[in-house]
């Protein structure tokens, strides 16, 4: 029996198995049938009898069958075209928290409202989509849906370059380019055009043209041979002629040639068909450059068909399209996607010294496999990967598949740092600050945490508000700047800056507006703000007074080992203030903030072993050695 028969025969038994499960109600058999109709796998294609079974999943909560029968519906694509309907079922997905289900719901929200749109771009680019992290970038580039902000818009913008996003790479060009958002720098520029020319990004392409013929604007390389002379227009347009004849004679290097003057638009007008059309036919000769590039542009056209042309690539050792592999199989953005598949194209990738292979298998493998993970930052960080030499420098400052080692962390950080890496730069500002991996230097703390917060990094920008908060002999006191650092951060969501917002806005005097950024804080669940929120409802500064919930925000934060939070609960167990009287709480909290050295505690702690019988000092003594020991290393 061949191969195939074989194969087809194997499909029609896990066909038959799957439709069994499936009429009995499990819903991922229901969507896999679906998949199975769709593809022709094990029976014969059905495009409505596909797009039943993904309904039935859908209906029975499925968040994947829920994304993609809202893509259907947005296409019209084997069931009527309707947006309410896509609307509608991109919303149930992103109830569940499928990422580019939110997205694709911001991009229906964006066509008549943008506020909304960035809010749900936002979530997803929050969530580590690439594509949400552009879209929410580009927002923050032209002002639309939010604030014009070109630090932000660089921050996001390299978020999504860093996984591979040749948009982003192409936009982050760009913003070196022009020095908005960032400080101008012509060999950045280049090298992140370079990026996305690699993936036949056309506008990188036409960028580096332009830079590379610049004499004002190219980069000047120390101990290279002077930038080449630029063609004449005569010269490319004999070239021109003469890779036509070639192409038309039949050689496929000429006609994947052709196909990039097409599709850069160099020496002949841009033509994607042509170029498309000369790509085809050299890919079909089996040429593998022109099998990448086929797929690069099938794949930005919608078209499945990039799925077939990547793998005939990818099996003649084109890491390129190894890696696209890997991020379709692993990301689910092929309609069968198989996780497994898809790590090991990015393993192949990485045998070949993809840097963003090895990055991205080292964060897959980081969760479980530290060592492992380790192993694929150090590869990609010696061959100059800024995210990897930042993400080593991590592993070496939390001890994560390596001994703890604060000063190799730090050389790591400070490598991706030179390359403008915001994290990195945040991360050698803190190193600086703390003096942890280096001598303590608070200037230089404040050099690379201001460079990051620039970029938008919110650690940074926190950072920074604290510095200018409290201080120092080389950074004037400035609450004005500590507001719109911590502002800044604080609308990125980070909760720490948001705590400490509501602390400057109650130090000028705004109660309220203190309040409202406790709340925020308060409902990620951040100690400090609880205390202040709880505070705030006791004495109701800012906000209507209300002792139980004021008792309830100060619990949460004592749960927290707050000593200060601790020893108010105690006090109000001990009084019944907004809650019932309770001496053997009382007691308990007592003996856990004394325990933190917390002055008041201990003079309370005193009072409470006189006033207690001795059966309810030994219970408190009991609950506080509970508590303790359930939040005891050993017990996580």
């Not at 591979?164 to 020095?179: R, T």
């Not at 002949?268 to 593998?288: D, G, K, S, T, V």
């Not at 604290?466 to 006191?477: H, I």
């Not at 004495?539 to 004021?550: A, H, I, L, N």
């Amino acid at each position: 029996m061949s191969t195939a028969v074989r194969s087809a025969t194997r499909d029609k038994r896990i066909f038959l198995e799957t439709i069994r499960s499936a009429r009995l109600g499990v819903p991922e058999a229901q969507y896999e049938v679906g998949l199975m109709y769709a593809n022709g796998i094990g029976v014969g294609q059905d495009i409505a009898q596909a797009v039943h079974w993904v309904q039935q999943a859908a209906q029975r909560g499925l968040a994947s069958a829920q994304y993609l029968l809202a893509t259907r519906y947005e296409s019209g694509i084997g069931v009527g075209q309707s947006i309410q309907q896509a609307m509608l079922w991109f919303s149930r997905a992103a109830e569940q928290s499928h990422t580019k289900a939110i997205f694709r719901l911001g991009k229906l929200h964006s066509r008549s409202h943008a506020e909304q749109a960035m809010a749900l771009y936002r979530q997803a680019a929050d969530a580590g989509l690439a594509e949400a992290q552009h879209a929410l970038a580009t927002g923050y580039a032209t002002g639309w849906g939010a604030a014009k902000d070109p630090g932000s818009a660089f921050h996001w913008y390299s978020a999504a370059a860093e996984q591979g996003l040749s948009s982003a790479q192409f936009s982050l060009g760009e913003m070196y380019a022009s020095g908005e958002g960032v400080q101008r720098d012509d060999a950045q520029a280049l090298r992140c055009y370079r990026q996305a020319a690699s993936q036949y990004h056309l506008p990188a392409k036409v960028a580096i043209e332009r830079m590379e013929q610049s004499t004002e604007g190219a980069p000047r390389m120390r101990g290279r041979s002077r930038a080449r002379r630029p063609a004449s227009g005569e010269e490319r347009r004999s070239a021109e002629a003469a890779w036509q004849r070639a192409a038309e004679s039949g050689d496929a290097d000429a006609r994947y040639n052709l196909g990039q003057m097409y599709a850069l638009g160099l020496g002949l007008p841009a033509n994607p068909e042509a170029a498309l059309q000369w790509y085809q036919q050299a890919a079909q000769q089996n040429h593998p450059r022109a099998q990448l590039a086929l797929a690069g542009l099938l794949e930005r056209n919608g078209s499945t068909d990039a799925v077939y042309w990547y793998e005939r690539a990818a099996d003649q050792g084109e890491s390129q399209a190894q890696f696209a592999l890997g991020r379709m199989y692993c990301a689910a953005e092929v309609l069968a996607p198989d996780f497994l598949r898809g790590i090991g194209y990015y393993l192949r990738a990485a045998e070949q010294g993809h840097e963003l292979a090895l990055v991205t298998l080292g964060n897959l493998f980081n969760s479980e496999m530290h060592h492992v993970a380790v192993n694929c930052f150090a590869h990609a960080a010696g061959r100059g990967s800024a995210q990897a030499q930042f993400l080593l420098g991590q592993q070496y400052l939390q001890g994560r598949g390596v001994a703890r080692h604060p000063g190799r962390a730090f050389l790591w950080h400070e490598k991706a740092a030179q390359q403008h890496h915001a994290g990195a730069e945040c991360a050698v500002g803190i190193a600086y600050l703390n003096g942890d991996g280096v001598e303590k230097n608070l200037k230089q703390a404040f050099h690379w945490l201001q460079k990051a917060a620039l970029q938008g990094d919110a650690q940074a920008q926190w950072n920074l508000g604290a510095l200018y908060a409290s201080g120092t002999e080389d950074v004037a006191r400035d609450l004005k700047q500590a507001m719109h650092w911590c502002q800044r951060a604080a609308d990125q969501g980070f909760v720490a800056a948001q705590a400490n917002l509501g602390v400057l806005y109650a130090l000028i005097g705004k109660p309220e507006l203190a309040v409202q950024w406790w709340q925020k804080a308060a409902q990620k669940n951040d100690p400090e703000a609880l205390y202040n929120l709880g505070l705030a409802y006791l004495k109701g500064e800012g906000v209507e007074q209300d002792r139980t919930r004021g008792f309830e925000a100060i619990l949460g934060a004592a749960e927290q080992a707050v000593a200060a939070a601790q020893s108010r609960v105690g006090l109000m167990y001990a009084t019944g203030d907004g809650v019932a009287q309770d001496p053997v709480e009382a007691h308990k909290w007592f003996v856990l903030a004394a325990a933190r050295s917390d002055a008041a505690a201990r003079g309370n702690l005193a009072r409470s072993q006189a006033l207690c019988t001795p059966a309810q000092v030994a219970e408190g003594q009991r609950r506080a050695d509970a508590w303790t020991a359930e939040r005891s290393p050993g017990n996580f």
